[in-house]
Structures are given as structure tokens and as C-alpha cells.
């Protein structure tokens, strides 16, 4: 075996350092060191919340914009006629009360009304459900009726909001449909 030799000032060295720990400039400059680091951290994690957030928003109003305005559109196509009689056009709040036939020759009416905040869908005079998600609010909806010589149609615009008291979003979505 081979025997590694130590000179005297090596072994001072190791003793003494092995003896005497840390002194109270480097704990404090490990500490500022590890503030520091922890602070970059929280950042990131807060950064990242209110991203999480801020997504969560948006999904809420583009879905409830997309299921709302499908089911318009769809409804609109099927539609024969609007009865302008027990429709509120051209206000705010709008309701829209569309005739027609189903699949079996049956005449059926749609009605588009809010109610709290929701969109809501009435088949036959049964409410079917509502067409925006809970967590958003429908706050504006108008429909505006046009013709042509051709066709005749309805164009919607809709306001929805969602988010919470750090981040609170609100968008208008527009769409129009030609009755059948």
C-alpha cells in the first residue's frame, strides 16, 4: 500500500477547520443566498397561479360562447319563422321565441331567454338546461333580426364574463343565422 504524506501545515489546516465551523459573515451570506433562491421560487409558483387562472377564465367564456352560439345558430337554421309577437329584439335582455316542425311533422317552439345570468334554452315550454356554464355569466344578450329579399335571419350578440377578484374577463361574440 501506498501512504500519503501530510505535511505539518496540511494537518494544522484540516484540524483547525474541522474545529472552528462557520462564522457568523459566511451563515448569513448562506442565508441571504437561500432567501434569495426561495424568493425567485415563490415568484414562479405565484406566476404560475395566475396563469392557471387567467386560462381557466378564457375557457370559461370561449366555451360557454361556443355552446351558446352553436345551439343559436343550429336552432336558427331549423327554425321556420321568429314570432316577433313574444320576442324582445333589438334590447337588452333579448329573448327569442323561434317556430317550426320536428322530425315527425310535430310543431315545435324554441325560446332563448336569460335567466340570472344564463342563457337558457326552452323547448315546448320545458326548459331543456342552460347553454352557458356555470362558472360565467352571460351579461348582455340582443338579437337583431335582418332580411333580404331571399332570406331572413338573426344576428346575436352575447356578453360573457367570468374570473375571480385577481382576474375578471369579458367578451363579446357576435353570430348570425338565415332561417330555413
Not at 16 to 26: A, K, M, P, W, Y
Not at 88 to 116: A, M, Q
Amino acid at each position: 500500500m501506498f501512504k500519503i504524506a501530510y505535511s505539518s501545515k496540511h494537518r494544522d489546516l484540516v484540524r483547525r477547520s474541522l474545529t472552528e465551523g462557520f462564522t457568523i459573515l459566511e451563515m448569513l451570506i448562506y442565508i441571504a443566498i437561500l432567501v434569495l433562491m426561495l424568493a425567485v421560487i415563490m415568484n414562479a409558483v405565484i406566476s404560475i397561479v395566475h396563469s392557471g387562472r387567467i386560462i381557466n377564465t378564457l375557457r370559461n367564456i370561449e366555451t360557454s360562447a361556443m355552446m351558446s352560439t352553436e345551439r343559436l345558430a343550429r336552432e336558427l337554421r331549423q327554425a321556420e319563422s321568429v314570432n316577433a309577437g313574444l320576442s324582445i329584439l333589438n334590447s337588452d335582455p333579448g329573448k327569442l321565441v323561434l317556430e317550426g316542425v320536428d322530425l315527425l311533422g310535430n310543431p315545435r317552439t324554441v325560446v332563448f331567454y336569460l335567466s340570472s345570468g344564463t342563457l337558457m334554452l326552452s323547448e315546448n315550454g320545458v326548459d331543456t338546461g342552460s347553454l352557458s356554464r356555470s362558472d360565467a355569466r352571460v351579461s348582455s344578450l340582443v338579437f337583431y333580426p335582418f332580411s333580404s329579399p331571399d332570406a331572413k335571419g338573426i344576428r346575436t350578440e352575447i356578453t360573457i364574463e367570468s374570473g375571480t377578484s385577481t382576474y375578471y374577463r369579458s367578451e363579446k361574440f357576435y353570430s348570425s343565422a338565415i332561417l330555413r
